[in-house]
């Protein structure tokens, strides 16, 4: 796979022209969002003064639809942007990868992982889908969410997971279901009473305790099966886990069931929408988008996928 350097070098040299375009979309588009911003903030302050006793529905009102104005405003500079961007910027890093931007990873296959809970919905978009080294892999962002009821019975949602979802098969099927968790009870409680509610997790199965002290810190492992837990997480697996979290710098799932290892990555953020008031042509920005990237595909070599370490049983 190319280097983040090789890919920075492609984004600047084939797709700078492009870029400079988009910049300048970018700026008109970026004035005409301010404008609309101005008009419809006025005209809401109008309405909820002549409508005094609405104000909680007025502000609802207004976030609802400002929200669907932007999406509207923005929709076809972000289409510009992911078609001549980030699907040449995909394919240079393996030219069998495939592209959708509105598509996503199944349910089916984020429900499979065991990693979090079933969403009442589930969206996403940026679906990459294809195999790297004879290892079959996609990825896509995916938001899940699970409906609740506030205080007054009116349904409201709150985030089981936001971020990068990647599903790739392993070379082998698990018995046992494997999954490793970030360790927040002990980071939040200590060391006594952390391991505590480790251990009577209820929704989780059987606690395994690693010899990797480092591993330990970051991550709680919960498994169907010790033993082949234990043989999945080498030390070698450990290291490569923690080494891949300090790269992303951001919260990470891993499980092993069936024939796949899944990985899911916290992110507040689209990871690959362009930004509208930020230039396009900061080294900052590219530099999100390639090592994203980078990332993403480079689990198969980061966790030797594509190496047979286990045969098929």
Known sequence: MKSVSELTDFYYKNLFPTLQKLEKEREQLKHRIILVAVLFTTVTLFIALVLKNYYEFILFAYIAIGTI???ILVHDYTHKFKTSIIKPLIHVIDNTLEYSLDLHVSESLFEHSKLFSKPDKLSGNDYVKGSIDGVNIEFSDIHAQKRE????????WSTIFKGLFIAAEFNKHFYGQTVILPDTAQNTFGDIIGHWLQSNNGIRDELVKMDDVEFEKEFVVYSTDQIEARYILSHSLMKRVLLFKQKSKHPIH??????????AIEYEKDLFEPSVFRSLLEYKIAMEYVQTLHLAIGIVEELKLNQKLWSKR
């Open 69 to 71: 104005i932007y999406k």
């Open 149 to 156: 009821k506030n205080s007054k019975g009116q349904d409201s």
């Open 254 to 263: 891993v499980s092993f069931v069936g024939t796949h290892i899944y990985m």
